[in-house]
């Protein structure tokens, strides 16, 4: 047991500090690498022989590669960030609405409150009122119309 031990104390609490420091530097430098490899691929304007020699040059020389990058293409990297953000965030709009059911088409309420105002005019009976409300609420009636026809009656 002639190995020497290293107990907390033989290493400074300095020394912690700046390996902890390295450490987060190197982190860092791999998510930088990555949101450079990412945003190759994203950038439209680049042609697929430009995407790849900015490939090979990120890969073969990392540091140097991804440094010239962000001089060289930086300015736009966050515009190309935040146009795919906002296209994700009304894609993800959009399934929602279509879930929910409201793209273009009216709710139950709307459609009572059309017939009742349709029959408060007299352009419909009691009865055909109460079969319209009938097919509303059981969800058969066709919804995203402008209200309900009325039958051809010479009223």
């Known amino acids: ?25 190197w982190i860092m ?11 190759i691929f994203r950038d439209d304007d680049l042609s697929g022989w430009a995407k790849a020699g900015w490939l090979v040059f990120t890969v073969l020389l990392p540091f140097l ?13 966050g515009r190309r960030e935040m146009a795919q953000a906002r296209a994700q965030q009304e894609a993800f709009d959009a399934r929602i609405r ?16 059309r017939l009742s105002e349709i029959r408060d005019s007299g352009a419909i009976t009691d009865d055909e009122y109460r079969r319209a409300k009938e097919l509303v ?18 009223r």
Not at 137 to 154: K, V
């Open 98 to 113: 279509q879930a929910a059911g409201s793209e273009g088409r009216s709710s139950s309420v709307d459609e009572l409150a």
């Open 65 to 77: 590669g991804v440094f010239v990058y962000v001089i060289a293409r930086g300015k736009n990297m």
């Open 29 to 39: 430098w791999f998510i930088l690498l990555f949101r450079v490899v990412v945003d």
């Open 137 to 154: 609420l059981t969800g058969h009636a066709p919804t995203g119309q402008s209200g309900f026809t009325p039958p051809a009656s010479g």
């Open 1 to 25: 047991m002639s190995a020497q031990t290293y107990l907390a104390y033989d290493y400074p609490l300095l020394s912690v500090f700046w390996s902890i420091l390295l450490f987060f530097l």
